[in-house]
C-alpha cells in the first residue's frame, strides 16, 4: 500500500539553528500538508499545499516556516530559527484530487527536540 | 474556523467489550469526518471516515455514526481487543470558509483494553 514517508525520524537541534524536515507524499497525490503534535496534545494543522504554492496556512505558520516541493516528489519543511516550542512530531501528509476522495494519509512523523 | 470536541479523553474495558468514543463539531458546513488512530511514537493511522451524506458506515467491529442535525459523530468499536488499546482522534473537515482540505482535530483519547 503506498505511504508518506519522512526523514529524519528523529532530530536533535540546538535553539536558533535551522532545521529541514523531509518528506515524500504518496506518488499520484496532489494536496501536501504538514502537521504537528506537541508531547500529549492534539494533533495541528500547519499548512497545505497545492500546485506549487501554499493555499492554507495556520497562525502557527508564521514567518520562520516556510514549505518547498524542490523536486516532483520531495515535499520539505523549514524553519529557520529553532526555539524551544517547536519541540514537536511534525506530520507530513497527502491527499487526492478533491473530487475523487479527500482521505488524508500520514506519514509515520519527524520528532524534533530543539535544545 | 471549525471547533471539534472529543470525550472521553481516557476509556478502559475489558476485552470484547465495546467502545463508544464521541465527538461534535461545530460547522456545519463540515461534510467530512475521519477517524484516527494513533499508536505510540507513530503517525495517525486512518481507520474509518464518513462522508455528510451517510448517516452510518460500518467496516467489520469499527463503525461510524453521524448526526448532521446535533453535529456530533461517533466511533464504536465491538469485540474490543488489546491491540486496539491506542489513542483515537476524530476530524472534521472545515466547510469552505475554513479550508476545504484542512483537518481539525479532537483532543483524543487513549483507549486501554484489558485481556
Known amino acids: 500500500e503506498p505511504e508518506v514517508t519522512q526523514t529524519p525520524s528523529h532530530q536533535v537541534t540546538q535553539m536558533g539553528q535551522e532545521v529541514i524536515l523531509r518528506c515524500v507524499p504518496i506518488?499520484?497525490?496532489?494536496?501536501f500538508y504538514w502537521y504537528r503534535q506537541i508531547l500529549g496534545q492534539k494533533v495541528e494543522f500547519l499548512v497545505s499545499?497545492?500546485?506549487?504554492?501554499?493555499?492554507?496556512k495556520s497562525e502557527i505558520f508564521d514567518d520562520q516556516f516556510s514549505v518547498e516541493r524542490p523536486d516532483g516528489s520531495n515535499f520539505t519543511l523549514k524553519i529557520r530559527s529553532t526555539k524551544l516550542e517547536d519541540s514537536a512530531m511534525y506530520f507530513c501528509?497527502?491527499?487526492?484530487?478533491?473530487?475523487?476522495?479527500?482521505?488524508?494519509?500520514f506519514g509515520e512523523g519527524s520528532w524534533l527536540t530543539v535544545v | 474556523g471549525e471547533n471539534v470536541e472529543q470525550h472521553p479523553s481516557t476509556l478502559s474495558v475489558q476485552e470484547g467489550d465495546s467502545a463508544v468514543i464521541k465527538c461534535t463539531y461545530s460547522?456545519?458546513?463540515?461534510?467530512?469526518f475521519p477517524w484516527y488512530k494513533q499508536e505510540l511514537g507513530k503517525g495517525p493511522q486512518l481507520i474509518i471516515d464518513?462522508?455528510?451524506?451517510?448517516g452510518e458506515k460500518k467496516d467489520q467491529r469499527i463503525a461510524v455514526t453521524l448526526n448532521k442535525t446535533a453535529k456530533h459523530f461517533s466511533l464504536h468499536i465491538t469485540e474490543t481487543q488489546p491491540e486496539d488499546s491506542a489513542v483515537y482522534f476524530c476530524?472534521?473537515?472545515?466547510?469552505?470558509?475554513?479550508?476545504?482540505?484542512?483537518?481539525?482535530f479532537g483532543t483524543g483519547t487513549r483507549l486501554l483494553v484489558s485481556p
Open positions: 501528509a497527502s491527499s487526492g484530487l478533491r473530487d475523487s476522495g479527500n482521505t488524508i494519509y
Open positions: 506518488s499520484n497525490h496532489l494536496y
Open positions: 499545499f497545492y500546485n506549487n504554492e501554499i493555499s492554507e
Open positions: 460547522d456545519s458546513a463540515s461534510n467530512y
Open positions: 464518513i462522508r455528510s451524506n451517510v
Open positions: 476530524a472534521a473537515r472545515g466547510g469552505m470558509n475554513t479550508g476545504f482540505q484542512k483537518l481539525v
